[in-house]
């Protein structure tokens, strides 16, 4: 059973609320969960097959659109959560959450994150995370990642804030210009 975030906030205010109906609320299983190529496929469409890669959102819909009426995700009351799967050789690319931090946590293979300098986006400095490795980037900070390994990449998203702003991608970023 999905309910409304208004719903479950009600449910866990009220004295005698049906518990069993809470935390079947509060559940995202995996076998419920898909891999999502089209979420970001605006960006393959528009700059090639290495911009392709999947999302697997649990809660909210973080910033990769509007997913509101799919049922199967936990409302967000405050952050947004998914995995993201990034095929071997694909990019995330370079752009900027004006409003809000953004996290990776690698589970599977290893990405190269990269954060970009704000007043000229060509001086990067870049890290290789692999399993259990995470980083946070600040709010404004430019980002973008990378998987140069033969093996797809798995790792969660999770990003500050219930319902994100669209992210911005700056003059150095092959996304600039490229719209939903």
Known sequence: MTQTNDQQTE????????????????????ETRYEDWDALGFQADAK?????????????????G????DTRIIPSGGFTFSNMR???GAVGPEHTH??????????????????????????????????????????????SLANTTDEDALFCVVIGTKKPQIPTY???????????
């Open 98 to 143: 004006g409003d809000v931090e953004e996290a990776f946590f690698v589970l599977e293979g290893q990405i190269e994150v990269s954060v970009h300098d704000v007043a000229d986006g060509t001086k990067t400095a870049t890290r290789t995370l692999g399993y259990r490795d995470m980083i946070v980037v600040p709010a404004g900070v430019p980002r």
């Open 11 to 30: 449910q866990t205010l009220q004295p005698g609320a049906d518990l069993d109906a809470l935390i079947d609320s509060c559940v995202a299983s995996r």
């Open 170 to 180: 700056p003059e150095t970023s092959e996304m600039h210009g490229v719209t939903r």
């Open 86 to 88: 990034l095929p071997a």
């Open 66 to 69: 509007n997913f509101d009426t």
């Open 48 to 64: 090639g097959e290495k911009f392709r890669r999947a999302q697997i959102r649990y809660v909210g819909s973080g910033a990769t």
